[in-house]
């Protein structure tokens, strides 16, 4: 099986998409899937490619800045689908194209046709329901709200597959006429370690939160519960790991909280994420309620449970029926400070039993959640398309 990921993100480090990317074809290529990444907009970020993952980009070595190039960019990416798609299946003898990151349908409706013309898999992954705003912040971009729109409710049923991280994301597409059995549902593909009877659980009240810095993740929230919580844990301090915006570091100052006993990283690599979310004895989602929270699967809580450590999370997505409260995690009500504060506390009162439910939680995610379990289902979702394709 030979497949090629083109995806709108960087790799292999970045943000969460791109951990996503990374773990996706570092488990195809454990389970012996020929597979190459090809970055559609150049390489954003200084890194080195540390992987054993051939990599390229499709036009250029940088994306570009300047809105008016940006729009020089996009036509000359459409315009070289058809010369992608005949390099891919007759001189790279690939067998699957999947698209990550790559939303709209001025995008993938030329690749569903001149895939089906050559016979070569299209497949895409959908990973969240983003909103109007972000898809358009000023209102000359209101295209591109249209062709997403358009490629959700059209041409994904066009698609030879469809992979959704959450079950929303899956009910959404069998509504717009997607098959069931072109379908698939993966929450994510996360790196699990291997010896986690290493890991420390610590007794040290240090609250930790990984990810996007902002309202929607609900940052403001958890720093709120965790003046709740200084109330009867005077030792209790909070690590918040990501950038912070000038906007969102405005919104914490006009907070009025003290913050002596809170830690600001910024943003930092995946080595150095995971130093500091070892050093917590507490792990937290505050994920605010909506349809973004509905639609993902949050990379962090993977992240979380592969480190063996007890983690608090809001009540929102799949996340109501893929778990239960104290078992393999401890659930909080989205929106509500004083929840999140109470679920925390729970954690730092029962150390036993907190103990117990990060243990459930790591073996959950190693079911679940695992990189290399969910590569070979999505090799056999693969197979099965194209076997049924050629009967």
């Not at 995806?7 to 454990?30: I, W």
């Not at 800045?65 to 992608?84: A, R």
């Not at 046709?113 to 969240?128: E, G, M, P, Y």
């Not at 029962?350 to 990189?371: F, H, M, Q, R, T």
Request: hydrophobic fraction near 40%; charge should be positive; aromatic fraction near 12%.
């Amino acid at each position: 099986m030979n497949i090629v990921i083109l995806t709108s993100g960087d790799f292999p480090y970045g943000g969460a998409p791109e951990a996503l990317v990374r773990n996706l074809a570092l488990g195809l290529n454990e389970i012996s899937v020929n597979v190459e990444v090809v970055r559609l907009r150049g390489q954003r970020y200084k890194h080195s490619n540390d992987t054993n993952i051939k990599v390229t980009n499709y036009l250029f070595k940088k994306p570009f800045n300047l809105e008016f190039l940006k729009f020089i960019e996009l036509i000359l990416i459409i315009s070289y689908i058809p010369f992608f798609v005949l390099n891919r299946k007759f001189i790279k003898k690939d067998d699957v194209i999947l698209l990550y990151g790559i939303e709209y349908g001025y995008q993938i409706i030329p690749f569903i046709i001149f895939s089906k013309l050559v016979s070569i898999k299209c497949v895409r992954f959908i990973t969240d329901s983003y909103r109007a705003s972000t898809i358009m912040p000023v209102w000359w971009k209101s295209p591109k709200l249209y062709f997403y729109n358009l490629q959700i409710t059209k041409f994904d049923k066009c698609l030879d597959g469809v992979i959704v991280l959450s079950k929303f994301l899956y009910d959404r597409s069998l509504k717009y006429g997607v098959k069931n059995s072109n379908l698939l549902l993966i929450p994510h593909f996360i790196e699990i370690k291997k010896n986690p009877d290493d890991i420390k659980i610590n007794n040290n009240n240090l609250i930790g939160f990984c990810g996007t810095v902002n309202v929607e993740n609900g940052v403001l929230d958890l720093i709120k519960a965790f003046e709740i919580i200084r109330l009867n844990h005077s030792d209790a301090k909070l690590l918040i790991i990501g950038k912070v915006s000038a906007d969102m570091e405005k919104k914490i100052q006009e907070m009025g909280i003290d913050m002596k006993n809170i830690t600001f990283t910024g943003q930092l690599d995946k080595k150095n994420v995971e130093i500091n979310l070892l050093k917590c004895s507490i792990l937290v989602n505050p994920r605010q309620n909506g349809e973004w929270a509905e639609a993902g699967f949050p990379t962090k809580l993977g992240e979380y449970f592969a480190i063996k450590k007890p983690v608090v999370t809001t009540k929102t997505g799949d996340l109501k029926s893929y778990f239960t409260d104290k078992k393999e995690l401890v659930f909080a009500e989205p929106n509500n400070p004083e929840s999140l504060a109470n679920a925390i506390e729970f954690i730092i009162n029962n150390p036993e039993i907190s103990s117990k439910i990060a243990e459930n939680g790591y073996n959950w995610a190693v079911v679940n959640l695992d990189y290399k379990n969910n590569a070979y289902k999505l090799l056999n979702f693969i197979n099965e398309s194209i076997i049924k394709s050629k009967i």
